[in-house]
Every structure is written in C-alpha cells, then in structure tokens.
C-alpha cells in the first residue's frame, strides 16, 4: 500500500441472528393435552390476579407469593 492510499476493507458489519424455528410432531391427543393444560394455566393466572388485591388488603403473607406467579408467568 502507497502513502495516501486508501485501503480497501470490508466493512464490519453485525451478522444476522437467523430466527430460531423448531418442528414438533405431535398426535393429536398430545397438542389437545398441550391446549388443555394452557388454557388452564391462563384461567389459573386470571384468578390470581383477581385474589391478589384482596389478599393484599387482608395483610395474608400469600399476597406477594400470589403477586409473583402472576407477574412472573404472565411475562413468559
């Protein structure tokens, strides 16, 4: 390379995080079992979350043991 030259270098750019994808073959009695016990857990965090205040207001030591399994799952 001469004085004054201007070198030639690829930029350096980030790689792109290709999209994780996963294929899952399941019976169907196996994605009802799945659904089933989905729907169950979004019921269960619904009633939690609606005992949660009147616990809270009751000073239960559950209070906060219920404000957590609602906060925690419901953000996954």
């Known amino acids: 390379m001469h004085k ?3 070198q030639n270098l690829p930029e ?5 995080i ?4 996963f294929t899952v073959e399941m019976s169907e009695d196996n994605r009802n079992v ?3 016990n989905w729907f169950a ?6 009633l939690l ?3 949660e205040p009147p616990l809270r207001a009751l000073n239960s030591p559950f209070a906060s043991k219920v ?4 906060t925690s ?3 996954i």
């Open 4 to 6: 004054g030259e201007v």
């Open 12 to 16: 350096n750019r980030p790689l792109a």
């Open 18 to 21: 290709p999209e994780l994808t």
């Open 34 to 36: 799945l659904l089933s």
């Open 41 to 46: 857990l979004h019921n269960t965090l619904e």
């Open 49 to 51: 979350a609606e005992l």
């Open 67 to 70: 404000y957590t399994h609602v």
């Open 73 to 75: 799952i419901a953000t």
